[in-house]
């Protein structure tokens, strides 16, 4: 079975400093893709970062940056220089090419002024 | 650039009614897929419609049925409802010929009374 774990149902950090939000799955695939979505209370889900499985490098945007581990199978994603507006429910999520996403439980991050 | 839009963005029913939820995908995107979000939980796959016909499926019983139209547009029904089918809908939408990460919609709460 495919499975997404996300072992922090909540998390805070103050604003401006930096947070690690944790990350492990399942698969016996080896071509797949790594999500972080965020979703604020308005309910949309939005894309945060994007990571192919067969890239090494680890992707960053902006403020956000992942550790992607592939045989340890674990994809955290660090918030740098927290921001009031990255308070959200953050989910992990993996999609192999041609199926559909796997989302873990999410993690809810409160950004503290 | 519209991007995926569902209607409507809520809806209240009481159990045994029936429900239908819509979703246009964003342009260019040929591919539909549902997906249901309990409070507090990651979204769960419940089928992906391409071509006018179901692609995959999830977890999820007969009742819940779709359909897609020949505009790429799909409709999510759901018969005899029960309480634990309250939860938040959304759909998304991709491309099967560009390898791109699916668009979200907004979603559609649902709440059965």
């Known amino acids: 079975a495919q499975t997404v774990t996300q072992s922090q149902p909540e998390m805070s950090v103050q604003e401006a400093e930096t947070v690690t939000l944790s990350c492990t799955y399942d698969?016996?695939?080896?071509?797949?893709?790594l999500f972080w979505y965020k979703q604020p209370p308005s309910r949309q889900m939005i894309l945060v970062i994007r990571q192919e499985a067969y890239k090494q490098q680890n992707a960053t945007e902006n403020r956000f940056s992942v550790n992607f581990q592939k045989a340890a199978k674990s994809f955290s994603l660090k918030i740098s220089d927290s921001q009031l507006g990255d308070t959200a429910m953050y989910f992990c999520a993996f999609i192999i090419y041609g199926q559909n996403f796997v989302f873990g439980p999410g993690t809810r991050l409160s950004v503290l002024p | 650039d519209a991007g995926v839009t569902q209607s409507p963005t809520h809806l209240i029913k009481t159990r045994g009614q029936q429900v239908t939820l819509r979703c246009s995908p964003k342009s260019g995107h040929d591919t539909v897929s549902w997906y249901q979000q309990a409070l507090g939980q990651g979204p769960q796959f419940i089928f992906q419609?391409?071509?006018?016909?179901?692609?995959q499926r999830g977890n999820f019983p007969d009742r819940f049925s779709g359909h897609q139209f020949p505009n790429y547009s799909s409709e999510l029904n759901v018969n005899a409802l029960l309480l634990g089918d309250s939860a938040l809908y959304l759909c998304?939408?991709?491309?099967?010929?560009?390898?791109?990460?699916?668009?979200f919609g907004d979603g559609t709460r649902l709440s059965i009374l």
């Open positions: 998304a939408s991709s491309s099967r010929k560009r390898n791109q990460p699916q668009h």
């Open positions: 698969t016996s695939e080896n071509n797949y893709y």
């Open positions: 419609y391409y071509e006018e016909e179901e692609r």
